[in-house]
């Protein structure tokens, strides 16, 4: 079996690029114009259980991620690469990078899920928890997230996107993974070079959120605010997120 994915470019430095929790790889459309397909190659993975992998049943875990992706490296004869995640991807990015040290050149981790997890309280926990039944709730969570300034039409569209792309079954799965899986212990002190996006108007996974533990955790990691973007800039500020990531990626060819 070999993971769904979307290969872009003809570049000789591979890219594994992970999606988040609402949706499959399609979130970043928005910026495969801007991205340098002469120099890399991108293989835009899909989960189990998500876009071209929604046949493909599994555990629904970081660590099946993990495990999926290197095998499609193998696959496409990528003895290094780079990585790229966003939100649950960019916590797929330490598991990666940690699982496969002497294989990653470099990760970017965009509006990160940290490898502690998200704590949530437990008057927090239900609007997370009944998202996989309640479109409701997701629609909450992703305009919080994006600061309450975008178009409800732009919300409804992510909405959209986690009920077409995913199935029931892993979108509950991954949700476990990513809020309460914990391997820090393991990540601690992990050399990788690390560049940690957050976007201004993101209201969970903040530049303080960061500070706490990307940059307290891993001795290589930068961090940069993204102005006028939020939980989703490959949507909200697509040229600028392709220049920033292009420039880290690089400086680690």
């Keep these: 079996m070999t993971i769904g994915h979307s290969l872009l470019g003809q ?6 690029v992970f999606h988040g929790w609402f949706g499959d790889h399609k979130v970043f459309e928005p910026i495969y114009l801007h991205l340098d397909t002469d120099a890399f190659t991108y293989a835009f993975i899909d989960q189990r259980g ?28 990528w003895k290094k690469f780079h990585v790229i995640g966003h939100s649950m991807g960019g ?48 629609f909450q969570i992703i305009d919080f997230t ?11 569209s992510i909405v959209t996107a986690s009920r077409d792309t995913t199935t029931l079954e892993s979108f509950r799965g991954y949700l476990q993974s990513w809020v309460k899986g914990n391997f820090v212990e393991q990540a ?45 800039p490959m949507q909200e500020v697509p040229v600028y997120l392709a220049a920033t990531m292009d420039a880290f990626l690089r400086q680690h060819i």
């Design 11 to 16: 570049g000789p430095e591979g890219v594994l």
């Design 50 to 77: 998500y876009g071209k992998s929604m046949d493909q049943k599994g555990d629904y875990t970081i660590e099946e991620i993990s495990s999926d992706a290197l095998a499609l490296a193998d696959k496409l004869g």
């Design 91 to 138: 916590k797929v990015v330490q598991r990666i990078a940690m699982d496969a040290p002497g294989r990653v050149k470099c990760g970017i981790c965009v509006t990160p899920v940290p490898a502690s997890g998200v704590p949530m309280s437990d008057e927090e926990w239900p609007l997370f928890g009944d998202a996989p039944d309640k479109d409701e709730n997701r």
């Design 146 to 156: 994006t600061g309450g300034r975008l178009p409800r039409k732009w919300v409804q």
């Design 188 to 232: 601690m002190g992990m050399a990788t070079p690390l560049k940690v996006i957050v976007g201004e108007h993101d209201g969970a996974l903040t530049a303080e959120v960061m500070n706490m533990t990307f940059m307290q955790w891993y001795p290589n990691a930068s961090l940069e605010v993204l102005a006028g973007s939020g939980h989703y």
